[in-house]
């Protein structure tokens, strides 16, 4: 029943053409979000001084990891692959099982993760309080003389509200300012036909559902569920639905990193949730529709820097 709603709901909104609407300007504070970026790339936000947010988030990997999962302090190793921030403030949740709701909470889980930055509020704010160039700038923007933990996840959250990606080749096809390919065009028309539109729609072409993964085909793990939030078993192998977006520079792919390449990534898709073979050829059709979902550089980005 479920998913007869989704299909029903699915049709709904192709027919009305916003199955994958396109992103328009998205607002943010522009003095916050250069503060923000200070404290993306500061690693003095890490027990030991060697990790930043942009450690596990890299600009040059797409602002995800390429590694199967991220290091952290001393050496720790996290347990699930570390998604893009790229069009993060347009999920309905953050963190693969949606334990945060906002992009400001979603800071705040990997400062306090021993297995990441393992940072105490006090420790933070003994720190950036001891800066003068951060208490001067803290204070320009929030009036204070002082420095507070909620004031750091703040600024980062609001740099991360400024990286999103417009102008896709696919958010220009659908302006009426760009063609597509015949593959591209046959990728697009494969991508809703198998179904993948049915979970990757909206303005993040994903991102704003929670999907077991394994329908057909059950995986062996399933770390950082939603059961392990809920304790719910019909949460087991549930994930929020990843974004599709510039999805191309985001390898590998998936909470396990168990694909390493797009055409695997679909493949496995077809294989887990839909009980197919999704033929090689369709596959390339569907990749080469997912490469053109790759935007341009966050604006904030070209003006700042």
Known sequence: MK?????????????????IPIP?????????AKLGELLYFDTMLSRDKTISCASCHNPVEGWADKRKVSIGVYGRRGFIQSPTVLNARFNFVQ????????????IKGPIHNPNEMDMTNKLLEKRLNASKKYKKLFKKIYHKNYITYDMVADAIAEFEKALYTPDSKFDL???????????????????????????????????????????????????????????????????????????ALTAPYFHDASAKTL???VKKMGYYNLGID???????????????LTGKPPEFLKEHN
Not at 279 to 292: H, Q, R, T, W
Request: proline share 3%; aromatic share 12%.
């Open 3 to 19: 998913y007869l709603i989704y299909f029903i709901f699915t049709l709904f909104l192709m027919a009305q053409n916003l199955i």
């Open 24 to 32: 328009e300007h998205a607002p943010y504070n522009k003095q916050k």
């Open 95 to 106: 963190m693969w099982n949606g334990s945060c709701a906002t992009l400001k909470d979603q």
């Open 173 to 247: 096809y659908l302006k009426g300012k760009a063609k597509l390919t015949k593959i591209e065009k046959r990728g697009y028309m494969l991508f809703k036909s198998y179904g993948c539109i049915i979970c990757h729609n909206g303005i993040n072409v994903g991102g704003n559902s929670f999907e077991k993964m394994g329908v057909i085909h059950h995986l062996k793990s399933c770390k950082g569920d939603r059961y392990s939030l809920t304790h719910n078993p019909e949460d087991k192998c549930v994930y929020k639905v990843p974004t599709l977006r510039n999805i």
């Open 263 to 265: 055409i695997e990534a």
């Open 278 to 292: 999704i033929p090689l050829n369709d596959a390339k059709a569907i990749v080469s529709f997912l490469k053109i």
